[in-house]
């Protein structure tokens, strides 16, 4: 939305996706104050279940797992935070671009943010489509993870399946780079989705445990309630900005996308514990948030 009348320290905004939250409203560092803090869960909950993988030596797939919601949650931090641009490891020549005029602040900023000088035409697309694809290509990498986590216990060729799904990943990454998908990518990425429903299911439907049922039905129900904040959040945003209190959809999808991602891995982590005879089972800490619990034989 317009800007709440606090001066940027980021400049101009040049995204062209903007959220129904007033910019700088508390803050001249944070553009969209709610929209940024509500990726803070998000991290907190993948710290946690990174945590619990590592320290009882879950395979390693799950603390990928788990790392790869805190990069999205704080990719989403910076650019809630910046509305800018956001740059993109590997582009060299972005960061060779900067401008260099002595001050420390701009030095800084430049380096994390692509300014509206860099020209993108040299990489074959405009700087809409290098923020779109910071944000999307890490939404389709986390997708290949979840199918690779879920379909490989039956895959039959073990190094065929990971090879596959990085070429696949890493060929996307090149092609987005430089041709603009549109409605191609919610087709592609609601597709991976769709792919990855049916193996949940069978999940779900082989696990007699009541406790990993209930974490499975917390997943649908986060992953509901979050959609309809964020949709409510967007289409009425024009009747929100008259309300003397917003209800901040967008940061409550962030939330609930934060629960919902950590519901997912730990009934997957259950489900794969089961198939290792790991017997897992789940527990609560401070009786409140719940994680599993493994007992592996002695020969593991």
């Known amino acids: 939305m317009a800007e709440g009348g606090i001066s940027s320290f980021w400049g101009p905004v040049t995204s062209t996706t903007e959220c129904c939250e007033k910019n700088y409203a508390y803050s001249s560092y944070i553009a969209e104050f709610y929209n940024t803090l509500s990726n803070i869960p998000c991290i907190l909950l993948a710290l946690i279940g990174l945590i619990n993988a590592l320290r009882q030596r879950f395979e390693k797939r799950f603390s990928v797992l788990h790392i790869s919601n805190m990069i999205l949650a704080i990719g989403s931090m910076i650019f809630h935070a910046t509305l800018q641009h956001v740059f993109l490891p590997g582009s060299v020549s972005m960061v060779c671009s900067k401008k260099i005029d002595g001050a420390k602040e701009s ?10 000088q860099v020209h993108m035409e040299a990489f074959g697309s405009h700087p809409t489509d290098r923020q779109q694809q910071s944000d999307e ?7 290949l993870l979840y199918m690779y986590i879920l379909h490989s216990p039956d895959w039959h060729y073990r190094s ?6 990085f070429l696949y990943g890493a060929v996307f990454a090149a092609v987005h780079s430089v041709v603009r998908f549109g409605i191609g990518f919610k087709v592609h990425y609601a597709i991976l989705c769709l ?3 049916p193996r949940m299911y069978k999940y779900y439907i082989y696990t007699q445990d009541v406790s990993a049922k209930r974490l499975a039905k917390m997943y649908v129900a986060t992953l509901l309630i979050g959609t309809l904040c964020w949709l409510f959040d967007r289409i009425f945003c ?8 917003n209800p901040q959809g967008h940061a409550l999808w962030h939330v609930f996308m934060g629960f919902n991602s950590y519901f997912a891995n730990t009934f997957l982590m259950f489900c794969r514990a089961q198939q290792r005879g790991w017997s897992p089972k789940v527990v609560h800490f401070m009786g409140v948030l719940p994680y599993v619990k493994i007992e592996k034989p002695k020969a593991q």
């Open 107 to 116: 030095r800084w900023k430049d380096l994390f943010l692509l300014q509206p």
């Open 137 to 143: 290509t890490p939404m389709v990498w986390e997708m």
């Open 160 to 165: 065929t399946m990971p090879t596959f799904l």
């Open 195 to 197: 792919l990855c429903i």
């Open 238 to 245: 024009k009747e929100i900005s008259s309300w003397p209190i």
